[in-house]
């Protein structure tokens, strides 16, 4: 057996990586009734049945005041466009600034619920506050999940979900990272058969690199010229496109309203 050197750093919370989130949350008082956004890493699951979740946020934090107010936030995941929105809404307040506005981010309300969600996220779990614990520097808020709402594009067509997809950053000692695009195994995996193997974590990732080479190709051999290059630019500021956020739950399609806090 080879040595192993080791080196104590003192008793830190170095539990790494974590999630990389923006919780969305609005309060009911005058002063804190504007949609907001805060980042957090100290979030995760706490049971499966019900399904649990929490997030530990200051005192001193502007969201603490809303989620305390209101009793509901969304913890919204986020991928590698949203990386620099997430670290600017962890040193940024929101009793400062309009998050939303400032990044030119959307709110999406769900009908019924008294929390905006990030309509840019790829999703987002709607959560109501069951209990609060004082730790210390952070008050942990253990909330049970209602209901999480995926964007539509993130689906195959039989339901299931495409995780690559998803391009999820994690957060791991003051940095962000991007997760690989593909995995390294599945809930498992370690006890399945070659033939599962190669179904789950080969052929689907192949198809896809497969896809996106051809792609590129077919966009290589079709580049227009700078006069078509021009013209389209041109179009495209004239007649300037709407953007769409679509979601759906987890079995049916979620009474959702779209809302731009701009």
């Known amino acids: 057996m080879s040595d192993q050197a080791f080196r104590a750093i003192g008793a830190t919370t170095f539990l790494s990586p974590l999630p990389a989130v923006l919780v969305s949350c609005r309060g009911t008082e005058p002063g804190f009734d504007r949609d907001n ?17 929490y997030v530990s946020i200051r005192k001193e934090r502007h969201s603490h005041a809303q989620v305390s107010q209101s009793g509901v936030f969304c913890i919204n995941l986020t991928d590698e466009t949203l990386c620099r929105a997430t670290d ?32 840019e996220a790829p999703l987002f779990l709607c959560c109501r ?19 999480v709402y995926v964007r539509d594009s993130l689906f195959r067509e039989d339901g299931s979900l495409k995780m690559a997809d998803f391009e999820l950053v994690c957060y791991a000692h003051g940095e962000y990272f991007a997760l690989k695009d593909r995995p390294m195994g599945f809930f498992g995996y370690s006890l399945a058969n070659e033939d599962v193997i190669r ?19 077919k966009a290589k051999s079709d580049k227009p010229g700078k006069k078509e290059q021009h013209k389209d630019k041109k179009e ?3 007649k300037p496109g709407k953007k769409k956020h679509a979601f759906r739950m987890r079995m049916q399609d979620a009474p959702v309203k779209p809302r731009t806090n701009a």
């Open 37 to 53: 956004m805060i980042t957090i890493g100290w979030t995760g699951v706490i049971n499966s049945d019900p399904p649990m979740v």
């Open 129 to 147: 506050v069951e209990r609060v614990i004082e730790l210390g520097s952070h008050d942990m808020f253990m909330a049970k999940v209602e209901q």
């Open 88 to 119: 600017y809404c962890g040193v940024k307040s929101g009793r400062d600034v309009d998050k939303f506005a400032e990044l030119g981010l959307h709110a999406f309300e769900v009908e019924g619920f008294g929390a905006p969600a990030l309509a």
């Open 199 to 217: 179904r789950r974590l080969v052929e689907p990732y192949e198809k896809k690199k497969d896809k996106k080479e051809k792609k590129e190709k």
């Open 236 to 238: 495209k500021k004239a």
